[in-house]
């Protein structure tokens, strides 16, 4: 329990927790979130007395949106009735005349991306870190503000339990306090405390370019697409426009470029100089400002930390690892997925399952990831001021839905921007957690021929038919994020796989298989009610059948393991227009035999880790053991007697 004390120059020592986290942006929030859910103890400090008054991030993508949906957040967010972009709207100066046109519009999510949820969330930064911070008092954490880092360090003792020591001090000075924990996590921003004082520096890609000034406020105009997101070329300059909530909308206004006579990376200007700048921009219409909610002027750099960790107790996410320019609406999503990254491993790690080794892969993995947004936050500004795309151009790159090659390079940029700016582009490399020939896995079982996933790419949505209730679902989404690895069992028709269905029980309870390894110590008394995890707390099993709902008994078709499972066992009969001709249409999207199914399985972030098939026998299981071998603490795969 903390301990409170009046001014004092000697700091307060407090109770051990897991982790230290400073800051509470989304990268921090959503760390914190994650290990609270699990059963964590946090200690979680930021220096501003509330969360984010006005301005900052606003930008919540589809993949995100996934991803709040899968943890529960979604409709609390949804609560405050967001402005959704679907689509982007181009205004450039016509070929002869004065003034902006309109080029062309796309859509923000085009349809060659399988998404739920086909536009861009517009929702003030605080109120999304509102939604967060309820959830984190709903687990027993509570902000601690306003309070900052003063120093810190790491034993190298292996043995060492709580190995960092943590100085905190209250802003004003009146109070400190000392706590060891396992982990510290630097959510603090561009000006990282953590990363200065790790001697860990930023490496610039580009030099600042441009000045821009952003103003989020109420307009009065007859520009007609102000609802919309746009991005807006004049001989006057550039302006990005975003829609938000509550009729407000944010202006992206450039107020200085590298190629002014007067460049200074350090020029500003007032809100008044701002405004007049938009209204020159936007002629012929009009606009005027009922109410300007926040205004900011801030220089336009790339750059990426050298390291996201030192000796993997102490460790760096979102913006003090990568900075970059806002306009493609990336800062929270990456800082949410750098976050959610590095819970899960260290759950792994900490309860238990996996390797230490498995801290190396969250830089490997997020670093790598980083280097891509800068490439593409530099090509894509290279691209949109190098000349204004012709309505042609738009259209073919929005519609273009089939695989063929394109000599176009705007339209092959656009595919690519949009793919990785909605998050289903993001893709890691090879390592222990994502298969590929080099992993120490070598059964022939594993990556069948025709499968369409991708090891370290997110897995394809789709929608089955729970047996036990007939709800229609969306497969990805059953399964809550619970820091489980989630084993797709997609079985084929019944009656040609009931054989390597009950090879593959039997096996999987074998106790020294991966699964069996890593049983519940309190299995025998978990509530006969609990759909995800009731063996083990690293594991939960969906069956997916190539069957009609009406056709699957889960007594006669499930082996007993897999039935327990009963809330998760599916039958795959719902239609999907990317495989009109399928029978089973998640089977065919995933790539996998209609008739002999196959495993996937999915990481705890929902990224693939491995694909095998489903074969009689132990192949299947073998092939599993293998690559959970890599990495978990356990020796598996040896057989022993079943469950």
Known sequence: MTSVSSLSSTPICVANVWSVIVGAGPVGLMLSTCLARWGYSIKH????????????????????????RNMGLKSAIMAHQPARVFEVAFWDPPRNGKGIVRTGTWASCPNFIDARYPFTTLLHQGRIERVFISDLESNGVKIQRPWTIKGFKSEDNPDSEYPVEVDLERVDGTLREKVRAKYLFSGEGARSFVRDQLGISITHKDPITHVWGVMDGVVKTDFPDIKMKCTIH????????????????????????????????????????????????????????????????YPIGQGISDKYTIDHRVFLGGDACH?????????????????????????????????????????????????????????????????????????????????????????????????????????????????????????PAIHPVGTKLQTGRIMINADVTRVVDANVVHLEQEVPLN?????????????????????????????????????????????????????????????????RRDQIEIARDVPNLLGRYRDHVYADDRWDRRVPDADAAAHAKMGLDQEKGGIVVVRPDGYVGIVTSLAEGSETVDALNEYFGAFCTKKVGDMAAQL
Not at 45 to 68: F, M, V, Y
């Open 234 to 297: 004049s001989e006057y300059g550039s302006i990005m426009v975003i829609p938000r909530e509550n009729n407000m909308v944010r202006l992206y206004i450039q107020i200085a470029s590298s190629t002014d006579a007067d460049w200074s990376p350090r020029k500003t200007a007032t809100e008044e100089e701002v405004q007049a700048s938009a209204k020159r921009i936007l002629q012929p219409y009009s606009i005027e400002w009922e109410r300007v909610e926040w205004y900011s002027v």
């Open 45 to 68: 400090i930021d220096n501003r007395a509330e969360p984010t008054p006005t301005g900052r991030a606003d930008g919540i993508q589809p993949r995100s949106l996934d991803l709040l």
């Open 483 to 547: 820091g489980s690895f989630r084993i797709y069992v997609f079985a084929g028709k019944p009656s040609i796989t009931s054989k390597a269905l009950m090879d593959f029980a039997f096996h999987l309870g074998n106790k020294k298989s991966f699964y069996g390894s890593y049983l519940r110590p309190d299995i025998s008394s978990v509530s006969h009610h609990e759909k995800h995890n009731p063996h083990s707390l690293f594991f939960t099993i969906c069956s997916v059948f190539a069957a």
């Open 323 to 443: 900075t970059h320019s806002p306009k493609a609406g990336q800062g929270m999503n990456t800082a949410f997925l750098d976050a959610l990254n590095l819970a899960w491993k260290i759950h792994a790690v900490e309860a238990g399952f996996a390797d230490r080794a498995v801290l190396t892969t969250y830089e490997a993995e997020r670093k790598d990831v980083a280097e891509t947004l800068l490439s593409f936050d530099n090509k894509y500004a290279k691209l949109f001021s190098q000349r204004p795309p012709a309505a042609t151009e738009v259209q073919a790159a929005s519609e273009q839905t089939s695989t063929q090659a394109e000599d176009n390079e705007f339209i092959k940029t656009f595919k690519e921007g949009c793919e990785f700016t909605s998050g289903y582009g993001v893709a890691y490399k090879p390592n222990a957690l994502n298969w590929s020939p080099a992993h120490p896995a070598k059964s």
